[in-house]
């Protein structure tokens, strides 16, 4: 069976949560799937000290044990190298692919996954603790003009196969087609800053997240944890605020402006581009399990899912406008 077919048939709605936890099985070798997410996380890592630093001062308070809420990624649609190519990894190890999103401003749709039950994960932390949640979205390229779509059709064709180790590319940190030129990465930016993120970027980890209300600290509430990051020098991403909030209120978020590197594109230019940022979560228990006690309290008795509004202001932080300030 075609992942594309075992995405409809494990498709399922999120939107009444029972009384117990649900979803699959873990399927596969699971000390081997922890590996190849931190393969992931050590990239991500590499790469963007604002995140790497923020996690050593969040451990350093308490030594906390820092366990993570998702994953996200970001892809193009188009070729074979769209939700698709990433999801396949995550559906083979017992991952359930839950609600579709969709950012019609951005041409963005995505896909969230819950990661299916462990034996037992309570006393580890990161990539050794809880399974996080993936998160995968994908670029919408046929609504794009033909220039963009020609630029990106022929790097996602060059590449072939590769879409088919679109997880050996985010644990390399490689991309699965050939450096772009600058002149083609700008042409992208001006029209869509996801995408000419995903060219340069490929596959890798767009982000991860922590989860706040598993921390044991005053940290654990998202707010305090925001000024605690800000007091410490860095830049929250403000676009619509710096804390997020769903409509039910019960869904918070935020995060870091993105960390740039510098990229040597193939025309011989060097330039600075956008790379990953580091978000932060925190899930309030659900109105019908507000009696609990906080010993009692489990994963699923919290607000479960994702929020367009929330991840349409999360994509910015990739964006040139909050680069800009927090160079600024």
């Given at each position: 069976?075609?992942?594309?077919?075992?995405?409809?048939?494990?498709?399922?709605?999120?939107?009444?949560?029972?009384?117990?936890?649900?979803?699959?099985?873990?399927?596969?070798?699971?000390?081997?799937?922890?590996?190849?997410?931190?393969?992931?996380?050590?990239?991500?890592?590499?790469?963007?000290?604002?995140?790497?630093?923020?996690?050593?001062?969040?451990?350093?308070?308490?030594?906390?044990?820092?366990?993570?809420?998702?994953?996200?990624?970001?892809?193009?649609?188009?070729?074979?190298?769209?939700?698709?190519?990433?999801?396949?990894?995550?559906?083979?190890?017992?991952?359930?692919?839950?609600?579709?999103?969709?950012?019609?401003?951005?041409?963005?749709?995505?896909?969230?996954?819950?990661?299916?039950?462990?034996?037992?994960?309570?006393?580890?932390?990161?990539?050794?603790?809880?399974?996080?949640?993936?998160?995968?979205?994908?670029?919408?390229?046929?609504?794009?003009?033909?220039?963009?779509?020609?630029?990106?059709?022929?790097?996602?064709?060059?590449?072939?196969?590769?879409?088919?180790?679109?997880?050996?590319?985010?644990?390399?940190?490689?991309?699965?087609?050939?450096?772009?030129?600058?002149?083609?990465?700008?042409?992208?930016?001006?029209?869509?800053?996801?995408?000419?993120?995903?060219?340069?970027?490929?596959?890798?980890?767009?982000?991860?997240?922590?989860?706040?209300?598993?921390?044991?600290?005053?940290?654990?509430?998202?707010?305090?944890?925001?000024?605690?990051?800000?007091?410490?020098?860095?830049?929250?991403?403000?676009?619509?605020?710096?804390?997020?909030?769903?409509?039910?209120?019960?869904?918070?978020?935020?995060?870091?402006?993105?960390?740039?590197?510098a990229f040597h594109f193939a025309d011989g230019i060097e330039s600075s581009v956008p790379c990953s940022y580091i978000e932060f979560a925190e899930r309030l228990?659900?109105?019908?399990?507000?009696?609990?006690?906080?010993?009692?309290?489990?994963?699923?008795?919290?607000?479960?899912?994702?929020?367009?509004?929330?991840?349409?202001?999360?994509?910015?932080?990739?964006?040139?406008?909050?680069?800009?300030?927090?160079?600024?």
């Amino acid at each position: 069976m075609s992942h594309q077919q075992n995405r409809h048939l494990t498709s399922v709605s999120d939107s009444v949560t029972p009384d117990r936890p649900q979803g699959s099985s873990f399927q596969g070798g699971e000390s081997f799937f922890r590996c190849i997410l931190a393969s992931m996380e050590a990239i991500y890592l590499s790469r963007n000290p604002t995140a790497k630093s923020i996690l050593e001062l969040v451990h350093s308070v308490d030594n906390e044990h820092i366990c993570y809420d998702h994953f996200a990624f970001r892809t193009f649609g188009v070729n074979g190298h769209g939700i698709d190519s990433m999801a396949g990894l995550f559906l083979d190890f017992g991952y359930v692919q839950r609600e579709e999103l969709r950012f019609p401003a951005k041409k963005l749709k995505a896909f969230w996954f819950s990661p299916p039950k462990v034996q037992s994960s309570d006393g580890g932390a990161g990539v050794n603790g809880p399974l996080p949640r993936i998160f995968i979205s994908e670029l919408l390229v046929d609504e794009l003009s033909p220039q963009a779509q020609e630029i990106i059709r022929r790097y996602t064709a060059q590449s072939n196969n590769g879409n088919k180790h679109a997880s050996l590319a985010s644990c390399l940190g490689s991309l699965t087609w050939e450096k772009p030129s600058y002149a083609e990465f700008l042409q992208l930016a001006s029209e869509s800053e996801y995408a000419a993120w995903t060219l340069v970027n490929g596959y890798a980890l767009n982000h991860l997240t922590v989860s706040t209300h598993r921390l044991k600290s005053h940290l654990r509430s998202i707010k305090n944890l925001n000024q605690f990051i800000e007091e410490n020098g860095y830049k929250l991403n403000s676009e619509g605020g710096i804390l997020k909030v769903s409509p039910d209120g019960l869904l918070l978020q935020s995060s870091t402006v993105a960390d740039s590197v510098a990229f040597h594109f193939a025309d011989g230019i060097e330039s600075s581009v956008p790379c990953s940022y580091i978000e932060f979560a925190e899930r309030l228990i659900l109105p019908q399990y507000k009696n609990l006690l906080e010993k009692e309290v489990k994963e699923f008795h919290r607000r479960d899912g994702f929020e367009v509004g929330n991840a349409d202001k999360i994509f910015e932080s990739t964006s040139s406008d909050q680069l800009t300030r927090r160079s600024a």
